[in-house]
């Protein structure tokens, strides 16, 4: 019998394994596939590095503590990316970084900037729960969310803000109401609004990280489990390779993995975790001569300018070493939840598009293709109703203790998110097995 069973070998998987082994407990991590990481995938493809899933990290002082631990150096991105676009109106048009700029540049309108500046008198909702939309147009007006947080929303959870919870989905700028009656009011007394950390990858992409968390924990590839039981006080595990048993077990899987594995343990949170929407991404990776793109991050576009891209990033500008000398990587997302069935579409369809899009937004003629993903469940949407799944979480781990869950789909979508949580999943494994108390934290 193993101390600890741990299901999934994406970012949050691997992250409590690295910190329970660190703990001195025996861990085994299952993985139904033969490539480690989850949606974590580096491609080197002709000369050109992609990242095929998250394409940063953001690192605060905690991320850093992590990487310490694990003797990993990152690289951090080109101080030009702190500029992005938003396309707006036919061209790109610089996305100001604090609420003073917007005041004071012509990105919004004149009625927007007043609107903008009312946001600290306006009252809070008496509704218990409001769409990231309705939040944004209740303080900041209909201008800022179509042109500001609409796209924002597109870049972080491909999602849609009419669907999307502002409670749970962006839970910081939701307590900021809370706490101070005022976004920009408590933004301003914490300086919490923007990034809290700088994007970082690492020389050969983020799979650099699922390499360094698994190259001294044993993880079994292509052994998919295929079901989980109770029995007295520990848990059955049967798997395409045999039966293990073990005293703790972490589901460290998307929910809809998830799902399938509670089903002899909880029939109700198997069935409800089966309805968590992820949206589909299509990533496509496409090389342009150097010297054909503005200074910056990349860009966002509206879904009220009518296109098809969510948005582009310019890779081999945010790091580099990311294409050929000459050439500059070009990374596009399209699809997510406001227009999920050009996943599907043939790769012909797509770059159609994508050739009449890019002439139109960044005047490119032509472009070489290098690679197209489909990530049909990509992200999971934290849709309005979302604290029901996370009560559902917490029920199951109290009726079945030694049975812990974790993923980006339970603390946050992003490779940050999923580690801040591992420390916390990882400390109440110890408590559970009554060891040492603090060894992760």
Not at 91 to 114: C, N, Q, Y
Not at 220 to 234: H, P, T, Y
């Amino acid at each position: 019998m193993m101390e600890v069973a741990i299901i999934g070998s994406g970012i949050s998987g691997l992250s409590v394994a690295h910190h329970l082994k660190k703990a001195g407990v025996e861990v085994k991590v299952f993985e139904k596939e033969e490539v480690l990481g989850g949606n974590i995938q580096s491609e080197y493809i002709d000369g050109y590095l992609c990242e095929l899933g998250p394409q940063t990290v953001l690192a605060d002082s905690k991320m850093e503590d992590f990487l310490k631990d694990l003797h990993l150096e990152p690289i951090y991105a080109n101080p030009s990316s702190k500029k992005r676009y938003i396309y707006k109106k036919g061209r790109l048009v610089a996305l100001p970084l604090s609420p003073l700029e917007f005041i004071t540049s012509p990105f919004l309108s004149f009625s927007g900037k007043l609107r903008l500046l009312r946001e600290p008198f306006v009252p809070k909702s008496p509704k218990k729960e409001e769409s990231i939309a309705e939040f944004v147009r209740r303080r900041f007006g209909k201008e800022f969310l179509d042109y500001v947080v609409a796209p924002f929303v597109s870049g972080v959870y491909a999602g849609d803000p009419e669907e999307l919870s502002v409670k749970y989905a962006v839970r910081k700028v939701y307590e900021l109401e809370e706490r101070y009656g005022s976004v920009i009011r408590g933004a301003i007394k914490l300086k919490a609004l923007g990034p809290s950390g700088k994007l970082i990858s690492f020389k050969d992409g983020n799979k650099t990280l699922i390499n360094k968390l698994s190259e001294k924990l044993e993880v079994l590839k292509g052994n998919v489990v295929l079901r989980i039981r109770r029995k007295d006080e520990f848990f059955l595990l049967d798997t395409k390779e045999g039966k293990f048993s073990a005293k703790a077990v972490v589901v460290a899987t998307p929910s809809t993995s998830a799902s399938y594995l509670l089903r002899d343990l909880s029939w109700s949170v198997s069935e409800e975790f089966d309805k968590i929407y992820y949206a589909p991404v299509l990533v496509m990776h496409i090389s342009v001569n150097a010297g054909s793109l503005p200074e910056g991050f990349g860009f966002l576009v509206p879904r009220r300018e009518g296109k098809r891209i969510l948005g582009v990033i310019f890779s081999s500008q945010l790091f580099a070493g990311r294409s050929p000398k000459g050439k500059d990587l070009l990374t596009l997302y399209l699809g997510g939840a406001t227009d999920p069935q050009i996943v599907d579409y043939s790769d012909e369809a797509v770059v159609s598009i994508v050739e009449k899009e890019l002439k139109e937004i960044l005047k490119i003629e032509h472009f070489e293709i290098i690679r197209i993903t489909r990530w049909k469940k990509g992200i999971p949407q934290y849709t309005l109703g979302y604290g029901r799944y996370l009560d559902l979480a917490n029920s199951i781990e109290k009726e079945q203790p030694g049975l812990f869950l974790t993923g980006n789909y339970l603390y946050g979508v992003s490779v940050a998110d999923c580690i801040r949580a591992s420390y916390q999943v990882a400390q109440r494994v110890l408590e559970f097995l009554e060891l040492k108390k603090g060894a992760v934290v």
